[in-house]
């Protein structure tokens, strides 16, 4: 009988060798629209949303006055509006933030989260899918794009997005055509290893790709680029809220902590919220997240990590409260190279 590890072993194969198959449809979808919308969202978050021509996408963060993370967007121009697509936990959080402005200027923001379902493809064979689905290449994947295509007759607006150092697509469908697609992505993807893979699995593939995870690994306890989020940030751009500080921090040095790796001698992952402790003897930070790696066959965990003691190989002792809980050497993200060169 199969295991309940063989079952995950084989779903994050899937993920490092094929297709895997993730439901983010509870993901935050909103629409901004109108004359002045581009010009608004510019000004609320970190990247640059203006140089977005129909097609393209950006990721961006939303900064409070101190430059910490509000919240992350994936922000893509379609051609007849912005579609941003948002960790769920931000949802009404944004949605109120936009929503407070549509009175004093010409744009409007419609929450979309519940009409459309949002199905994703994670792995090195994504794009190849893709392609099948649609009859159609798809051209740099590992760009942030989107564009209208059918599967099947269905119409489905496919955005590149890696999720976890894979090559990965997501896909926007109407809610109520979610589950013929996946069944047609399970069914024409058998060849290239497609299956339907658990947020288990996916966590792990994450974690070992160094991506934060909002709620867990960044938000608003974390200046943005304290997150390793540096691809959120233009710098070039005009004013945005928490711009000052997240402009100090990268020209005059760096943050006073860091996401960073850790490679765990320990019997389990150490819990979120375990003391990374210096062996002189002081704090040097905290556990955000861990794991068993499948691909490096040991525990590891990401966590925050003053800037005294960032460099590779910088070996700590890890407490869970006054108990030791094992040892970690610090690493460069990502634990494993990503695929998607």
């Not at 609320?44 to 910490?68: C, I, R, W």
């Not at 942030?144 to 890696?162: D, F, G, M, N, T």
């Not at 966590?303 to 890890?318: A, Q």
Request: with cysteine; aromatic share 8%; net charge negative.
């Amino acid at each position: 009988m199969t295991t309940n590890l063989e079952n995950l072993r084989a779903e994050y194969d899937a993920i490092r060798d094929g297709v895997g198959l993730l439901d983010f449809s509870t993901a935050a979808k909103l629409h901004v629209s109108g004359k002045n919308a581009v010009q608004f969202l510019n000004g609320q978050v970190s990247n640059d949303v203006k140089t977005l021509d129909a097609g393209d996408g950006v990721l961006a963060a939303f900064p409070t006055l101190q430059g910490k993370l509000m919240a992350l967007a994936r922000i893509y121009n379609t051609g007849t509006q912005l579609l941003l697509e948002l960790d769920s936990i931000n949802r009404e959080k944004i949605f109120k933030n936009l929503s407070r402005f549509v009175p004093a200027g010409d744009f409007f923001v419609n929450d979309v989260s519940d009409q459309f379902a949002l199905v994703s493809l994670q792995g090195p064979r994504a794009a190849d899918l893709i392609e099948r689905l649609t009859d159609q290449p798809f051209a740099n994947p590992e760009q942030r794009k989107i564009s209208e295509r059918k599967i099947a007759y269905l119409p489905v607006r496919v955005a590149s997005h890696s999720r976890c150092g894979e090559i990965g697509f997501d896909l926007f469908v109407v809610a109520e055509s979610a589950r013929k697609l996946t069944g047609l992505i399970l069914t024409r993807g058998r060849d290239f290893g497609a299956r339907e893979v658990s947020l288990e699995a996916f966590e792990i593939a994450r974690i070992e790709s160094g991506v934060p995870r909002e709620g867990v690994d960044a938000g608003e306890n974390y200046i943005v680029l304290e997150s390793d989020l540096e691809s959120a940030v233009s710098y070039t751009k005009g004013c945005y809220l928490g711009q000052e500080i997240i402009a100090r921090i990268h020209w005059r040095g760096q943050p006073a902590k860091r996401l960073r790796g850790l490679l765990v001698e320990s019997d389990q992952p150490p819990q979120p919220g375990s003391e990374i402790q210096a062996e002189d003897g002081k704090k040097a930070g905290e556990i955000t997240s861990s794991t068993y790696s499948f691909a490096l066959d040991r525990n590891i965990a990401l966590g925050y990590v003053h800037r005294y003691y960032l460099d590779p190989g910088t070996r700590f002792i890890l407490k869970h409260g006054d108990a030791e809980a094992g040892r970690a050497e610090l690493v460069e993200l990502p634990f494993i190279p990503s695929t998607k060169q």
